[in-house]
């Protein structure tokens, strides 16, 4: 059996949907339109009936030896200008007075419901006597003086004439509804093509077919790929992406992207249709490289895609490496130190000065000796403390006061953080200490890494140049430097791994000349 296409069967259903909505409505109009034409036709009859019933000459004539003399031309013309199936008069023993068909004048009327009007009511009802059914009002008709009921009127319009007044006014309505049902069929067929359109003329199986293609490829891929929305929420996550990050994919989905990678820069990939590669992040207890790159359709960003991969192991690698490299520019700067005094001591041995170059070797130990242990003390972490000497050491070469701030204590890491980690806000603040007075007359740097009841503090002081309103917020931009040759990454470096563990950064320029910065990390 061939099967219609998604075209075809959006326009059946479309159609189908208004059609019936709109024989729902036209019954619901007719009924209105029906009542409202029953109460109208209900209510001129109760007019023409009370303008009969206090009618003097009508009155007089009911009380008269032949009142159907008088009465009965009197109602034919009433009926006739008021367009009425019939304006009957009868006493109060219901025999007819008046009546369309003279020859029943004088006799009773039908078995009908008149207790009412008997008793003095006024009353509108729908019935059927020896003149076809009729919309009904009986009113009671009193004497001149008004003290006494001496019979009543019924005036009546026959049904077949309302059904008839109801249609005409629901023709005009007619027609609208079958103007609306042919732009339905319009609209029907342009939203159908559109559709096609907007899936690429593509069916519902090859939708399908497609969708567990590109399932099976996102499956194969050896990264976290995770597409979303333009308002971030979760559209899509591949399994290395749930494995990664230690989620359930399918209650992943529809959750904004916040949740699991609160550290993304979505506002910058999706507000400025702008890609951002190698992102570093933290999530739960491992590192992730990421790259978040825009969908767009027809030039408007209607989402993103963001893959990643697992770094914690090669982050591991570099900062063993970095390690490395701080302990050989430990041992460069012990080597300098230790040729300076070695050309000291011979060159007090060649002037015979035997007794101050023993003195000198004692002194230099010893005063190295006291440094390396009252840090070792101070600090647990053998990495940040040899990175500390070799700091030490290299600026005793350059001629730069270093001291160390009496109440420095780190015997523990703070969370999410390893002694790398915790090295490399060390080494960059310190390095960019250096660089800031090497050029300056009074060279003088100040450290301190103080624990407190929840976070660790660590300070810097430098006797430079202080820091520019302007520049406040520059300095801690990728790329940026005030130094010729100088690479911008240092305060980057830092203020990246703050942000993964929430920690602060904040500079003054101090009183007295040259600039503090003070981190905190949280435990």
């Known amino acids: 059996m061939h099967k219609l296409s998604l075209q075809y069967k959006v326009m059946f259903l479309t159609i189908s949907m208004i059609s019936i909505l709109l024989l729902v409505v036209s019954v619901l109009v007719v009924r209105i339109i029906d009542h409202q034409v029953r109460e109208d036709v209900g209510e001129r009859a109760m007019i023409i009936g009370r303008i009969v019933a206090q009618t003097p000459k009508v009155q007089q004539a009911i009380l008269s030896e032949n009142p159907s003399e008088v009465l009965q031309p009197l109602t034919e013309n009433w009926r006739l200008s008021s367009e009425a199936a019939f304006v009957i008069v009868a006493n109060m023993d219901q025999v007819r007075l008046s009546y369309p068909d003279p020859s029943k004048i004088g006799t009773s009327l039908s078995n009908l419901y008149r207790e009412p009007v008997l008793r003095g009511e006024e009353y509108i009802y729908v019935a059927r006597g020896s003149l076809p059914s009729s919309i009904r009002a009986n009113i009671p008709i009193y004497s001149e003086s008004g003290d006494k009921q001496i019979g009543f009127v019924s005036v009546g319009y026959y049904l077949t004439n309302v059904y008839k007044e109801a249609l005409e006014k629901f023709i005009p309505i007619l027609y609208l509804f079958l103007v609306a049902i042919a732009l339905s069929v319009l609209g029907s067929v342009m939203i159908a093509r559109n559709i096609k359109k907007s899936i690429f003329g593509l069916e519902p199986h090859e939708i399908a077919t497609i969708v567990r293609e590109k399932q099976a490829t996102l499956e194969s891929i050896r990264e976290g790929v995770i597409a979303v929305d333009q308002n971030g929420t979760i559209r899509l996550l591949n399994g290395e992406a749930a494995s990664l990050l230690g989620i359930n994919s399918e209650m992943a989905c529809g959750h904004h992207i916040d949740t699991i990678l609160p550290q993304n820069r979505l506002d910058v990939v999706i507000n400025n249709d702008q890609a951002v590669y190698d992102e570093e992040q933290r999530v739960n207890d491992i590192i992730i490289?990421?790259?978040?790159?825009?969908?767009?359709?027809?030039?408007?960003?209607?989402?993103?895609?963001?893959?990643?991969?697992?770094?914690?192991?090669?982050?591991?690698?570099?900062?063993?490496?970095?390690?490395?490299?701080?302990?050989?520019?430990?041992?460069?700067?012990?080597?300098?130190?230790?040729?300076?005094?070695?050309?000291?001591?011979?060159?007090?041995?060649?002037?015979?000065?035997?007794?101050?170059?023993?003195?000198?070797?004692?002194?230099?130990?010893?005063?190295?000796?006291?440094?390396?242990?009252?840090?070792?003390?101070?600090?647990?972490?053998?990495?940040?403390?040899?990175?500390l000497i070799g700091k030490i050491s290299h600026m005793r070469e350059l001629g730069i006061k270093f001291n160390i701030l009496p109440d420095t204590m780190m015997t523990k890491l703070p969370a999410k953080m390893n002694s790398g980690d915790i090295a490399l806000i060390i080494g960059n603040f310190l390095q960019n200490a250096i660089e800031a007075v090497v050029s300056v007359e009074?060279?003088?740097?100040?450290?301190?890494?103080?624990?407190?009841?929840?976070?660790?503090?660590?300070?810097?002081?430098?006797?430079?140049?202080?820091?520019?309103?302007?520049?406040?917020?520059?300095?801690?931009?990728?790329?940026?430097?005030?130094?010729?040759?100088?690479?911008?990454?240092?305060?980057?470096?830092?203020?990246?791994?703050?942000?993964?563990?929430?920690?602060?950064?904040?500079?003054?320029?101090?009183?007295?000349?040259?600039?503090?910065?003070?981190?905190?990390?949280?435990?």
């Open 289 to 387: 490289l990421s790259n978040s790159v825009p969908i767009t359709v027809d030039g408007k960003v209607v989402g993103a895609v963001i893959s990643f991969r697992d770094r914690t192991e090669i982050n591991r690698l570099a900062e063993e490496l970095t390690g490395v490299h701080r302990f050989v520019d430990v041992l460069r700067a012990q080597a300098h130190e230790f040729k300076n005094k070695l050309h000291t001591i011979v060159g007090l041995i060649q002037l015979h000065r035997y007794e101050e170059a023993v003195d000198f070797a004692i002194d230099s130990g010893l005063e190295k000796q006291e440094v390396v242990d009252w840090l070792s003390g101070r600090v647990k972490d053998p990495t940040i403390c040899g990175l």
């Open 442 to 523: 009074n060279k003088r740097i100040v450290f301190g890494i103080v624990q407190l009841d929840d976070k660790l503090e660590i300070r810097v002081q430098n006797s430079g140049q202080q820091i520019s309103t302007e520049l406040s917020e520059e300095i801690y931009q990728r790329g940026f430097t005030t130094k010729k040759g100088n690479s911008g990454l240092g305060l980057a470096l830092i203020l990246d791994k703050l942000k993964l563990v929430a920690g602060e950064i904040v500079h003054r320029n101090l009183p007295k000349g040259g600039v503090e910065f003070i981190v905190w990390l949280p435990y």
